[in-house]
């Protein structure tokens, strides 16, 4: 069995040495243009002649070069999902709302994090669109979107998600962060609550900003004074907020109730309050898995995450059918579920 | 002040119509070649010259087109991840240690989603093989993976993560799922329990598989024959995953533990067992937040997602950097967190 003369000749496998159309004309002793019209399936090759083609592109391995045909034709069928956080949970229906919609819509999703950093988000935007996607949703982690303008002059549909654009005009699909919060901190305020504390993400992030807002709009509309120590932002892992909520539990004046601004703040603030004997209320914006099976169950201003990927992908579909709509603003409502720690009394 | 006369001419935002460098060597009167030096930072150009092409691609948005570029220099520096479900938690995780061993080498990461659907993970891959990734980390959907033979041997480095590849022989690095799921069964048995469920994934997920087999091993070792009411494989939907629970404590002799298959089956199985009057005992494949603060807290036998993304990234820049070691299987140890759930006795 002589199978080694037989075994098809590979390249070595090694960058930049991919077998190339005028490598499949040379095994098929056919011209360049005879292995281009069998290779994208168009007319004018004799049947015996397309078998020694497909013959020379199974031996040597040849895979027709897409980047090249998309440099030609333009469209690519896919779009691009900028995330801030590949580990947070939030995300999660959000991706997979984005990727139904480009399905239905039959293309292919393609996704990166910024890890929160503005640089990393230019790097991998601009990445996408060299890639020629069709479009990009985009959850900003950057506060100035201008690198975007050749892009989306060249026809890059773009719609922002859960955080808008800065410095640039474009499709923005959000929660309402401020209404969400003003409600879940007049929530606590109804039961009883004077003393309440916010923690929140970083103040350079505009769901942050505005959730602080909605609490500081829902203690004015109480006539209720905010004190400084009441207030803490920053990062959201578990060192920082755990810490936070410590301080603003310990001294002689200790808040009766938090306002945890996300879904991070919330697990965390939870925890600490479970090692506590007193009770102290709790209302957590984002909902969290198992919130409801917690003793107390965890009170949250929850956001629709699978809405808001899927409002900001069909939007982006919009676009790219053409529609010229002025770039506009969607806010989505939120929704308080009252499972327990938000109903709390003040301790004491 | 005549700003209409001064503001750039821009092309019409629609495909296919992007600035190229002719339209850039044409604004600025100089030739494409001098064009060309300026995009790519090559000596041989007064400033003045350098200054006038400058002002062309200011006012025209021209980008130097990536894909051309990648198309001549054959690295882009960017590693693509192919996941079965963007919304598992699971998977996050992964994903952020897979991008910052991929940050670590100066790499973008494009991450994709099957859908647990083998033509899509399919699709994806050879759409990120189109676009020229260095390498891939592919959580496989389909058990035939010889699609795939062209690129690797086109140079594309490859490993599959969480489960291995079919058909083809790929580094994987997977958790040991049989030993773990053995592990975490003995340890039900060591409690009192005779009469165990296990509620997995589907029959054709290696994962699902190689863990019933955990689950048969340790029931053999203990000489308890296992009955084919005690064994639910299928969807991870709650639908789906209830009504097998609820089945299974069900009836004349029902089961006094569950061995739940992963994260999102434990999930589940906890919101049925709390509605419960008494105890069933649980341990579940997957840590999952929160566990330890339920009551009682969920035993668990954890695997290290970010360990098998940290490993599996790892392993595929050394297959960049060019080892040539043959085709491995890393398998990393899974760990028994003890919280209550798992350690109840049988209730009656």
Redesign the interface.
Known sequence: MAETASRPE??E???????TMKDVAARAGVGLKTVSRVVNGEPGVTPDTERRVQEAIDAL???R????R??R???TA?IGLVLE?????FY??L??AV?EVA?AHGA??????S?EDPEREQ??V???????VDGLVVIPAGDDHRYL???????VATVFVDRPAGKIDADVVLSDSFGGARDGVAHLIAHGHRRIGFIGDQPRIHTAIERLRGYRAAMEDAGIPVEEEWMSLGPTDPDRVGQATETMLGGPEPVTAIFAGNNRVT?TV??VL?GLTRPVALVGFDD????D???PGVTVVAQDAAQLGRTAAERLFRQLDGASDAPERIELPTRLIKRGSGELPPAG
Chains 1, 2 share one sequence.
Not at 13 to 19: D, H, I, K, L, T
Not at 126 to 132: E, H, I, K, N, P
Request: charged share 30%; glycine share 8%; with cysteine.
């Open positions: 590979r390249p496998p090694r960058y930049g040495n991919r077998p391995g040849f895979r070069n897409d980047s090249a998309v440099l034709k333009g469209r896919s956080d590949l580990a947070d949970p999660g229906p991706s997979r990727e399905r292919l999703l393609i996704n990166g994090s890890a790097e991998l601009l990445a996408l669109c060299a890639r020629r303008e050749p892009e989306i002059a060249a026809g697990v939870v925890r479970a969290i898995e198992l919130a099976l917690l003793k």
